[in-house]
């Protein structure tokens, strides 16, 4: 299993998404068809939590499918991360909650950086692209 992470996205609390990464998936989207995907997963989730006959409950956090695994982490404002991977991979909300601390650390705390708006930011690249990579030898090594 040389790549398990497909792709990246963080929505903001009212849907939009404000950071998409590719990570060499075999179906890349244009920006329209990822603009398109995170407003339906936004949708869906907040469909679920009315739905679920458990009170209390927050929503989506595993779509399995055929091809693919979608792995969803909400942050107590709201905000969504998501990863696109390779089905049965189970560590994921690991890593997920490491890409919302990164996201702390170096988005919201970057004073140049405007709440719901897109991420621009260059610490926040990095780190993530060593983390992501982190992630890709601790699966071959397994």
Known sequence: MAASIYSLYIINKSGGLIFYKDYG???RMDTNDSLR???L???MHAISQ???PISGCTGIDLLQADTFDLHCF???TGTKFFVVCDPGSNHMENLLKHIYELYTDY???NPFYE???PIRCEL???NLAQAVQKDRVALLGR
Do not use: I, N, P, Y
């Open 115 to 117: 709440m719901e708006m």
């Open 74 to 76: 909400q942050s107590l």
């Open 124 to 126: 926040f690249d990095l």
């Open 25 to 27: 998936s075999a179906g």
């Open 41 to 43: 997963w936004h949708s």
């Open 37 to 39: 995907l995170a407003s």
């Open 50 to 52: 009315q739905l679920s």
């Open 107 to 109: 988005v919201l705390k």
